[in-house]
């Protein structure tokens, strides 16, 4: 019998390998109408209901970048789904820019009645630069009613458009697991956070001055448990701090690097022990420091990319080796003397551990998700799917992806995908399964509260690897 036991556990791998895709549309939500940009989360409407929002627009998504900036021409829009798919309320926002920065967006239970609150941020007079119309807004998520609004703190003035009007909100737990809200300006020189707590007391504040010294922000702010112990970090560029007190734990590259990272993803590294952490790094410093590193738990530099120059955009660490060993991608935009189109993504695999350039066999510039909850990642890119051998299986057709996670309660992470006719599809997989091992992971609070950050900056689209 014990024979028996260990072949299975032995074949098991291999049997879940074996194991059909089925992908199938579990759920459709209808904006009616047509959508160039389209975030969407995951909530709680109260007594156990799941719900969704999401924010809408027929303008794409505007950056504050001077070189990209133009004037909308459709407002923003939220909107907020029951979970079969009803709409419960939709509200425009008149004077507010539709663009992830301007505007990001969190569900949370602050008051823990066990309906989330949704908190964004607003422009609420006519000139759309002028800090004092600026509000942190709180709507109810059943009913769309405004029932908080507080000024939202302006961004230190002399600075680049480009850097001033990027906005983050972030949603985690003290370390008595009490709700504490984020808010955050800055992101490439000065950068300003608050944190509040439940009653929207202020409970801590952190002014990082643009003085040279440290790394700055990155898009995204993954949220981990660094000491295994329930009590929850956040990541803002290389820079750790605790929900709890403000405090910065750490710096990966302590005042080595100086500028700002576009992708920071933590990852457990089960066999050594300890939190691994990527970075692919966007500018500044030209030819003197890697342009992607890996770091282990202690800042030590596992190894690092050769390449000291270019914008890298792109990256990510996924579960893609044949047994789920991890591979990290650095991709960046192509350089003038390239002569590719511009946009496109030149990038490189590697073993995440040892830092080797290992090849894989499906265009990777792309987003990592779990569709069938196996622990081996597939990549959507280009409206396909492709498992890990660069088979494809499942087509989603033309769209934006909105989210690549667990959104429902299935096996497996879905994949949320928008027409532009407005059509939000969530695809899942009928033979997704999790094991017990697998479940438990994706049923971690810290996953859970990822999710969350999925319409904040470039939070839908880093994988969770907080296991
Ligand atoms: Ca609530
Ligand atoms: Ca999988």
Request: hydrophobic residues 35%.
């Given at each position: 019998m014990k024979k028996l036991l260990c072949l299975c556990l032995l074949w098991l791998p291999v049997m879940l390998a074996a194991r059909e895709y089925a992908p199938y549309e579990a759920l459709t939500l209808d904006l009616r109408t047509p959508v160039r940009q389209c975030r969407l989360t995951p909530l709680l409407l109260g007594d156990g209901k799941p719900g969704f929002v999401t924010v809408f627009s027929a303008e794409k998504s505007i950056d504050p970048y001077e070189g990209s900036f133009t004037f909308p021409k459709d407002t923003p829009k939220i909107a907020v789904f029951?979970?079969?798919?009803?709409?419960?309320?939709?509200?425009?926002?008149?004077?507010?820019?539709?663009?992830?920065?301007?505007?990001?967006?969190?569900?949370?239970?602050?008051?823990?009645?066990?309906?989330?609150?949704?908190?964004?941020?607003?422009?609420?007079?006519?000139?759309?630069?002028?800090?004092?119309?600026?509000?942190?807004?709180?709507?109810?998520?059943?009913?769309?009613?405004?029932?908080?609004?507080?000024?939202?703190?302006?961004?230190?003035?002399?600075?680049?458009?480009?850097?001033?009007?990027?906005?983050?909100?972030?949603?985690?737990?003290?370390?008595?697991?009490?709700?504490?809200?984020?808010?955050?300006?800055g992101t490439y020189k000065d950068i300003r956070m608050q944190a509040w707590n439940a009653d929207m007391s202020c409970r801590w504040k952190v002014e990082i001055p643009d003085d040279g010294h440290g790394a700055r922000g990155s898009h995204s702010t993954p949220i981990i448990d660094l000491y295994r112990d329930g009590r929850e970090q956040f990541l803002y560029g290389e820079r750790c701090f605790s929900f709890d007190t403000g405090k910065q734990l750490f710096i990966l590259d302590g005042d080595v690097w100086n500028e700002h990272s576009d992708l920071v993803q933590p990852w457990w590294n089960d066999e050594a022990g300890c939190w691994c952490f990527f970075t692919t790094r966007e500018k500044g410093d030209d030819g003197?420091?890697?342009?992607?590193?890996?770091?282990?738990?202690?800042?030590?530099?596992?190894?690092?990319?050769?390449?000291?120059?270019?914008?890298?955009?792109?990256?990510?660490?996924?579960?893609?080796?044949?047994?789920?060993?991890?591979?990290?991608?650095?991709?960046?935009?192509?350089?003038?003397?390239?002569?590719?189109?511009?946009?496109?993504?030149?990038?490189?695999?590697?073993?995440?551990?040892?830092?080797?350039?290992?090849?894989?066999?499906?265009?990777?510039?792309?987003?990592?998700?779990?569709?069938?909850?196996?622990?081996?990642?597939?990549?959507?890119?280009?409206?396909?799917?492709?498992?890990?051998?660069?088979?494809?299986?499942?087509?989603?057709?033309?769209?934006?992806?909105?989210?690549?996670?667990?959104?429902?309660?299935?096996?497996?992470?879905?994949?949320?995908?928008?027409?532009?006719?407005?059509?939000?599809?969530?695809?899942?997989?009928?033979?997704?399964?999790?094991?017990?091992?697998?479940?438990a992971r994706f049923d971690t609070a810290v996953y859970r509260d990822n999710v969350r950050l999925s319409s904040v900056g470039y939070g839908h689209r880093f994988p969770v690897l907080n296991f």
């Open positions: 029951d979970g079969e798919g009803r709409e419960l309320w939709r509200r425009e926002l008149p004077c507010t820019i539709p663009g992830v920065w301007f505007m990001p967006l969190l569900p949370m239970d602050m008051d823990g009645d066990g309906c989330d609150e949704i908190y964004y941020v607003a422009n609420t007079c006519e000139r759309p630069f002028d800090y004092s119309g600026f509000r942190l807004e709180r709507a109810d998520a059943r009913t769309g009613e405004v029932t908080g609004s507080w000024r939202w703190t302006a961004p230190s003035h002399n600075q680049a458009n480009s850097y001033k009007w990027r906005f983050l909100l972030i949603g985690g737990h003290a370390d008595d697991g009490s709700p504490v809200l984020v808010t955050v300006q003197k420091l890697p342009r992607a590193v890996m770091f282990d738990q202690s800042g030590r530099h596992l190894w690092e990319i050769a390449e000291c120059r270019g914008h890298y955009h792109h990256g990510w660490v996924g579960n893609f080796g044949p047994h789920g060993e991890r591979i990290a991608m650095a991709g960046r935009y192509p350089f003038k003397n390239e002569e590719l189109p511009s946009g496109s993504c030149v990038a490189r695999t590697y073993d995440a551990v040892t830092g080797e350039e290992v090849g894989i066999d499906f265009p990777i510039k792309g987003t990592v998700v779990d569709f069938n909850g196996d622990g081996i990642h597939e990549l959507h890119t280009g409206g396909k799917l492709y498992d890990r051998t660069g088979r494809v299986v499942l087509t989603t057709g033309k769209g934006i992806l909105v989210a690549a996670k667990k959104v429902l309660g299935l096996p497996g992470e879905q994949l949320v995908v928008v027409s532009p006719e407005g059509r939000i599809v969530f695809w899942a997989d009928r033979n997704a399964f999790e094991t017990p091992l697998q479940q």
